[in-house]
């Protein structure tokens, strides 16, 4: 898995690192040792460092992927409810941060690339939304990218053949921008 960005809460760097990068910006920032000390995990200093860092950090993903595609993109979604899972879709522009846009009601949010796609997951209180970012195909018309749409929204076992004949995965373009 290439990770693009996640929340505190996937554990991607632990309190502890994120207690020792808070200290060095204070250091660098010339607060005095006490100061320094007195830091401690848990405390208000270091929960706005966290916010900030993480702030930074989905601005910077924002900023890398300010591209814009061929086609739009389509978020298609298993939606994690109250009652159960339910499958779903967003159409978002054509702008490759639009993928940001999805989890905005989440608490927590994790944007990755693996096998071949670029994927989403977000936790939230009923459950989970698990999302895969697609792009219509050119070739795709009016009508098919209707007739995908509406066997996504019906739940239709067709839904994942129209998606594979009228979509195509976005992994391309972002790994043209991360360069792997």
């Keep these: ?41 848990g405390s208000d200093r270091f929960y706005q460092f966290v916010y900030d860092y993480y702030e930074d950090w989905i601005d910077c993903e924002k900023a890398n992927l300010n591209v814009l595609l061929d086609e739009n993109i389509i978020a298609i979604a298993s939606v994690g409810l109250w009652n159960g899972r339910v499958r779903g879709y967003k159409e978002l522009s054509n702008k490759l941060s639009d993928i940001f846009s999805c989890f905005l009601s989440c608490e927590e949010s994790m944007f990755y690339a693996e096998k071949g796609n670029v994927s989403g997951k977000g936790i939230h209180h009923d459950g989970s939304n698990c999302i895969t970012y697609r792009k ?13 749409l509406d066997a996504i929204r019906g739940q239709s076992n067709k839904a994942e053949s129209l998606i594979k004949r009228y979509t195509q995965s976005i992994y391309p373009d972002v790994a043209k921008v991360y360069g792997w």
Excluded: F, G, H, P
């Design 1 to 41: 898995m290439k990770l693009i960005y996640a929340t505190r809460n996937y554990d991607v760097i632990t309190d502890e690192e994120l207690l020792e990068e808070c200290r060095e910006n204070m250091r660098v920032n010339d607060y005095s040792a006490k100061e320094i000390n007195n830091v401690m995990i």
């Design 136 to 148: 219509w195909r050119e070739k795709a018309s009016y009508e098919m990218r209707e007739k995908t």
